[in-house]
């Protein structure tokens, strides 16, 4: 569902191995592709492949709904207290499980509620609840943990909640995590803007937690379609090898945008030169908008997210390459702008600004 239409419906192939979908004839006429390279606009029922998602044979889009990471090992931990094993679930059966509380705007009915959905907006009892879950210590508010984090994906516990404001996101600390890890984000999303990036706004909740404004939801309260760059691409977090090249060839033809394609260029740049190796296939988003002008719908590159330090990565390697290299030179950041369709002169003047922006978290100096 998107806002209350129907999208389309999704199956099982008899085997109950793979997600079969089908658009609704009524979204065929006025709607618009849910995920272009995977499921296009048109009739007839697409049948997801085996692969990445051996697991649950499911679809890119849809994978993107389903949480990951601290949201997954929240809802293993829910369910087994239920006497039910998640690895048993197929993909429909798990995405019943997130029902309407998921990120972005598609929802999926019918749902299937867990027990202890309570809007908790105490955020030290949130990062109390959470160290003790994730240090195994107690699993009776896992669900509780899980609802509020609105099934959200990543590594470090979050949870969603409104204020007056808006809508927000808030990050506490992993077990792994220094006492600052709020700051930390803080300070490198600040530095992030000065680089030209576009980040959505931000603040610390209780002078420790950061928190980011969410880009799945407008000012007016409606959901907005979304989808990772490992969504689009059916990638798998499994098998970090992405490259920046393949990034930049994706948001120029999916948003038509040289503005946005010169966005991610600057992204690559601020993730080599400040040592943020989380840079994986799911920490890159795009959302769909309505150009009331043209009537029609058109997608663009969503605001940065998951920007801080990250020396481990991948056994010590960023999780996208750039030019085929995890250290690249000046010519090889430059190779993946121009196949971007950036000019060389464009490229050298935007290495130029994120280089002197970012001097003060600098930790990689780029060779000529």
């Known amino acids: 569902m998107f806002h209350g239409r129907q999208v389309g419906a999704l199956s099982l192939t008899p085997d109950n191995r793979l997600n079969v979908f089908e658009y609704d004839k009524m979204w065929l006429a006025d709607g618009f592709s849910i995920s272009p390279l995977e499921l296009p606009l048109k009739p007839g029922a697409f049948i997801a492949k085996p692969q990445p998602f051996n697991v649950n044979g499911n679809f890119g889009v849809f994978e993107d709904s389903l949480p990951d990471g601290y949201g997954r090992y929240l809802l293993h931990k829910a369910l087994l207290r239920n006497g039910i094993n998640d690895f048993d679930l197929s993909s429909i059966e798990r995405l019943a499980l997130v029902g309407y509380n998921g990120m972005g705007a598609l929802t999926y009915s019918p749902a299937i509620t867990l027990e202890q959905e309570e809007v908790v907006t105490d955020f030290d009892k949130l990062q109390e609840i959470a160290l003790e879950v994730l240090k195994e210590q107690q699993d009776k508010d896992a669900a509780l943990l899980l609802y509020n984090s609105g099934n959200s994906g990543g590594a470090r516990p979050k949870a969603v909640f409104s204020d007056e404001t808006g809508h927000w996101i808030v990050k506490f ?111 890159f988003s795009f959302y769909v908008v309505r150009d009331k002008h043209l009537n029609t719908w058109r997608w663009r590159l969503a605001p940065a997210y998951d920007l801080t330090h990250c020396a481990e990565g991948y056994n010590g390697e960023h999780a996208t390459s750039v030019s085929g290299t995890g250290h690249p030179r000046l010519s090889d950041f430059i190779a993946v702008g121009m196949k971007g369709k950036i000019a060389e002169v464009r490229c050298r003047e935007i290495i130029d600004e994120v280089c002197s922006g970012s001097s003060g978290l600098a930790r990689y100096k780029i060779k000529k």
């Open 173 to 283: 600390r992993h077990t792994y995590d220094p006492q600052n890890m709020g700051l930390q984000e803080m300070r490198y999303n600040e530095v992030a803007r000065e680089c030209g990036i576009v980040v959505s706004d931000f603040r610390l909740v209780n002078g420790r937690y950061f928190a980011s404004r969410r880009f799945d939801i407008d000012d007016k309260g409606n959901r907005i379609h979304t989808c990772t760059a490992g969504g689009l691409m059916c990638l798998s977090l499994r098998e970090p090898f992405m490259d920046y090249s393949n990034l930049l060839v994706l948001t120029g033809y999916i948003t038509r945008s040289l503005e946005d394609v010169e966005q991610m260029f600057r992204r690559m740049l601020f993730n080599y030169i400040t040592d943020n190796k989380d840079d994986h296939c799911k920490n």
